[in-house]
């Protein structure tokens, strides 16, 4: 008999999966962990403890140094949540192309009988741009940005693509229509929009930086739906 214990909200569709081999959560000497975004760099680990599995990319969560000394093998689940994040990320294009915040920020603090007329002489500064023909920028096109660049190519975008890394795998999973940027700075200088999709380690930690940040158009759209630290706040803003 195995014994797991779970961290943060685990579905229960997945937890259903386990045979009667395993046990979850009734021991605090458990043999795995079955972890999302919990941060475990200051945790202390079972002896018993063999493995630790991330629902979820990247193990910037995860000490991966003591739980090598450990000898506690560390995985993830690449893929898993790629579409989901696909749909965020195209629904975010959208929202911004077409100033839906602020134009539903407009709806929420105006209401009563004349709303129709206001609306009509006021809409005009919720005008936005159709995203076919702009340029979109996605910055590492592995599971979730491979799936983006399609998807946003579909939408009739032009899309460039830059990833140093880029497997043999992941490249098949790419339209042939899809531009590939040698060089980032390359990527990004004539884009629209960029949507950065890499690990986060000592590599992309900053990697949007002043100097990145300042050869980007005038009034692109810059989303991270990586991991934070990838981008510079300060910068940004």
């Known amino acids: 008999m195995y014994q797991i214990k779970t961290f943060n909200a685990i579905a229960q569709a997945g937890l259903d999966q386990f045979t009667d081999d395993y046990q979850i959560n009734e021991s605090e000497a458990p043999d795995a962990y079955l972890i999302r975004s919990v941060n475990l760099h200051e945790a202390t680990f079972p002896k018993k403890l063999k493995v630790i599995a991330r629902c979820g990319a990247g193990f910037n969560n995860v000490p991966l140094d003591r739980t090598t000394q450990n000898g506690i093998a560390v995985f993830t689940t690449p893929g898993s949540n790629a579409n989901a994040v696909k749909e965020l990320v195209i629904s975010l294009l959208i929202a911004s192309s077409r100033n839906l915040f602020t134009a539903a920020a407009f709806s929420a603090k105006n209401s009563g009988a004349d709303i129709s007329l206001r609306t009509e002489k006021e809409k005009t500064q919720f005008n936005g741009t159709e995203l076919a023909g702009k340029t979109l920028a996605v910055i590492g096109v592995g599971h979730v940005g491979s799936l983006v660049a399609n998807a946003a190519n579909t939408l009739g975008m032009k899309v460039i693509g830059y990833d140093p890394?880029?497997?043999?795998?992941?490249?098949?999973?790419?339209?042939?229509?899809?531009?590939?940027?040698?060089?980032?700075?390359?990527?990004?200088?004539n884009a629209d929009y960029v949507t950065i999709h890499v690990p986060k380690n000592e590599e992309t930690v900053g990697?949007?930086?002043?100097?990145?940040?300042?050869?980007?158009?005038?009034?692109?759209?810059?989303l991270n739906y990586a991991r934070g630290g990838i981008v510079d706040l300060d910068a940004a803003l």
């Open 165 to 189: 890394y880029l497997s043999a795998d992941a490249a098949w999973r790419i339209s042939t229509k899809i531009h590939r940027a040698n060089l980032l700075e390359a990527a990004i200088s």
């Open 207 to 222: 990697m949007f930086d002043e100097a990145i940040i300042s050869q980007m158009k005038p009034g692109a759209v810059l």
